[in-house]
């Protein structure tokens, strides 16, 4: 089987090329409330540069008195409107499923810079995840705090002179007699719905016809789809409308640089395309018992044999997941600094002891994005106070779409997460045993004993492949 040409990897050619990028708007072969299907067109090299977009309606007589402030939740904004996302071919091969890719999305929205956070994302996706510091003409009680960046407006559209209410820009709301007069669209790119577009490019002139399937997620309830202001009653749900595939395709202009691709696929059985991917467990685990101090328990990963490369977590309380006012049903909660994760791998504990500060956390799931630093606050990030107590530096007397920021920030993106890959880049080669989990949380007597359920997902990132064959037909490895 032949080495991928170097126009299909992500990496500087040996010499420039002449070519041209078509982009095609394409509509739906399929569309409803649930599921969205789009056919990939036959032209050239597929570029990651792609995008779904669509806009989201929120009926104003479903939301009642504050329907003008309805939007995305803070963290990852319109992602939390994709459950789901699979791209297949037309003999039925799945080539990247991603699953919970709302929920994955906690850990990897934080990971996108600072600046990209404040200037891009709001309008791109309309998450709000960035802060600022108070300033001397915010109020006196909130001075050395941090605060979600916005716009100084409280929850009703009325400006704030003195800080104390900070809201969205009204260009991302959702509608409503003070929202924009035209809902906007909302993209997702094909990247982060398949990350092996950030380091491959699949030459689709030549192989079977590829589909994009998006499954929505379904708005029940406060926090799956939208977050409300403070005193706002749902009464009704959201939906998708006018979904498109904004497709890049690339065609180059020397004829021999597509005839030479034809030819590895032709006489070398086939083209590789190495990849990775992500299996998620998710466990429901049930408080520790009355009285106690300490909760800690293991559980089975899967992915035997596997190469792994990293591994993340989110937990959210509650045995199906409750939602945060301004999060949503997509956070990490840890209210103690002692949430700890340890990992058996081919039977060795990955740390001798499971005794991780949140700064050693921190640093841990920093590693995995070697190119940016998370931006969480200290505080926000994890808080070392009380069950119930505040002293934190998130602002107190400070709301943020109507809603007090500080019980809804504090410790609420505790992302946890390990790199297993070494210092030459290589993958972690795991045995027969599956992966175990060892969990423990502990809190002392002043912060009381613990007596929340939490659902948690865990996302295993391995290495596996497929393979264009000389027939056009995809193969694919359930590992590599």
Request: aromatic share 10%; net charge negative; with cysteine.
């Amino acid at each position: 089987m032949s080495e991928l040409p170097e126009v299909l990897k992500f990496q500087d050619l040996s010499r420039g090329y002449d070519a041209v990028m078509y982009s095609n708007k394409i509509e739906p072969v399929s569309s409803s409330a649930a599921t969205t299907r789009f056919e990939i067109p036959r032209q050239g090299i597929l570029s990651s540069n792609g995008m779904i977009q669509f806009k989201y309606n929120v009926p104003d007589s479903a939301l009642g008195g504050n329907q003008d402030f309805a939007q995305f939740p803070v963290g990852v904004g319109v992602r939390a409107v994709c459950r789901r996302a699979t791209l297949s071919t037309q003999s039925g091969r799945i080539l990247q499923d991603s699953r919970f890719f709302n929920k994955k999305s906690v850990v990897e929205t934080s990971f996108r810079g600072a600046e990209y956070l404040r200037y891009i994302a709001p309008y791109l996706d309309g998450s709000n995840f960035y802060f600022d510091y108070t300033t001397p003409l915010e109020p006196a009680t909130v001075q050395g705090n941090v605060r979600l960046g916005g716009v100084p407006m409280s929850s009703a559209g009325v400006p704030s002179a003195t800080g104390a209410a900070w809201s969205a820009p009204t260009i991302i709301r959702l509608g409503g007699d003070n929202g924009v007069a035209t809902s906007q669209t909302w993209r997702l790119t094909l990247a982060e719905l398949f990350p092996m577009l950030y380091n491959i490019q699949i030459p689709v002139n030549i192989a079977e016809i590829l589909y994009i399937d998006l499954y929505w997620e379904p708005d029940t309830a406060i926090g799956d789809c939208l977050i409300l202001p403070d005193g706002t009653t749902r009464t009704g749900a959201g939906n998708i409308s006018e979904p498109q595939l904004i497709c890049d395709n690339l065609v180059y202009n020397d004829p021999n640089v597509m005839a030479a691709i034809e030819d590895k696929q032709l006489n070398g059985g086939g083209l590789v395309f190495p990849f990775e991917d992500t299996n998620t467990q998710v466990i429901s685990a049930v408080n520790a018992l009355a009285g106690s101090l300490t909760e800690e328990y293991d559980r089975m990963l899967g992915c035997n044999e596997y190469k792994l490369t990293c591994i993340k977590n989110v937990e959210l309380t509650g045995l199906a997941g409750d939602s945060n006012s301004l999060l949503g049903k997509y956070y990490s909660q840890s209210q103690q600094k002692t949430r700890q994760l340890n990992f058996v791998l081919n039977d060795t504990n990955l740390y001798p002891t499971n005794d991780a500060t949140n700064p050693i956390n921190y640093e841990r799931i920093s590693e995995i994005y070697d190119h940016v630093e998370p931006a969480i606050p200290r505080n926000v990030y994890g808080s070392t106070s009380l069950v119930t107590g505040s002293a934190i530096p998130v602002s107190p007397d400070q709301t943020w779409n109507g809603l007090s920021q500080q019980p809804l920030l504090n410790a609420n993106m505790n992302v946890m997460g390990v790199n297993l890959k070494d210092s030459s880049n290589h993958f972690f080669q795991n045995g027969n045993a599956p992966v175990r989990l060892v969990y423990r949380k502990t809190a002392t007597a002043a912060q009381g004993t613990w007596t929340e359920n939490s659902l948690q997902y865990y996302f295993l990132n391995y290495l596996r492949e497929f393979q264009l064959m000389p027939s056009g037909k995809f193969v694919v490895s359930a590992f590599a």
